[in-house]
């Protein structure tokens, strides 16, 4: 039975990686492979054990060097078979990318920082650690794979850091689709009635933290386009959630913005909805796509997010990130049910085969190749 241990540094409820996580933790279980978890701290529980690694924390530079020394130390101590880490860690055996290229995000970010703030983040230490961090790792030799979640992530990899091909293994997101599904449709009108949203209103779901990296300006100047019928929901939550709430009353568009903040009925939410909308400055494939496609919504992204693969133009719309008229058109266009009820048919149907015994499976593949190795 082989060893295997997951880092991952913290555990965040709504956050992207820590589902995927909790999926392929369960899922390997089940496939019998003795796993760890070395964290500063998870909250679910499971047949795997949780290797607590909560060092002092000094700052920013600080929380990531030390955790990443003793991260390591442990996985020394415990000579494991391999070593999976969802952090930019030089050491690991296998990394998988799910936050993308942190090299990237800082070149798409000039575009709509302000020139001061642009410039600063080249001389910030925090900024300068990660960068340093994840060039050491890939240039680790004790590094033997790279698990990408989009082809847009492989090739950013291949870019930047001239990994060889065969190193990089692209295997997407599982997601349960039973769990998330079209039925759970069966909640929209007591939903809508709770959070005071129009029964016939088209409301379009925004999810996830992080407002100024996922792009929740440009859905609001979009949303200022449209009709009066047409809705937002929220989900999610941002240190400068004021600033958005200031923006969404400017322009008199509050009435029919709905921040919920965090939330754990997710599929519900998907069921009251019609579509998603995530116009990411950059984001490697958000689980939120998945979990929307599964439930049969159409979805609107941008082409700085991997989940443009799945998507293409027959199961919503890819828009460049600062494309508010063409993003507008495109929620517009989903304001004809027969039109979004298409393209969630075909949303559904992209996603199915994705689950989590197949993502076990390929990742058991890949383990069992690095052993035999």
Sequence with gaps: MPRLALIRQNYRPDGGAERFISRALHALAERGVELSLITRQWQEQGDFRVLTCNPPIWGRVSRERSFAEHAIRICQQESFDLVQSHERIPGCSLFRAGDGVHRRWLDIRKQFLPRWKSGWQEYSRYHRYVLHAERAMFEDARLRAVICNSEMVKGEIIQYFSLPEDKIHVIYNGIDSEQFHPRNRQHRQILRAQ??????????????????RKNLWLVLDALNELDLDVHLAVVGRDSAQGKYLHRAQRLGIDARCHFLGVRQDLPSLYGMADALVIPTWYDPFPNVILEAMASGLPVLTSSNSGGRE??????????????????????????????????????????????????????????????ES
């Design 195 to 212: 959070l005071g949203i129009p029964e016939a209103a088209t409301l379009f779901l925004f999810v996830g933290s992080g407002f100024e």
């Design 310 to 371: 799945l998507i293409g133009q027959d199961a919503g719309a890819v828009v460049a990130p600062d494309d508010r008229q063409g993003l507008a058109e495109q929620m517009h266009a989903i304001t004809d049910p027969d039109r979004a009820h298409r393209m969630g048919t075909i949303a559904r149907s992209r996603v199915e085969h994705l689950t989590p015994a197949q993502l076990s499976s390929q990742l058991l593949s890949l383990y069992a190749q690095l052993l």
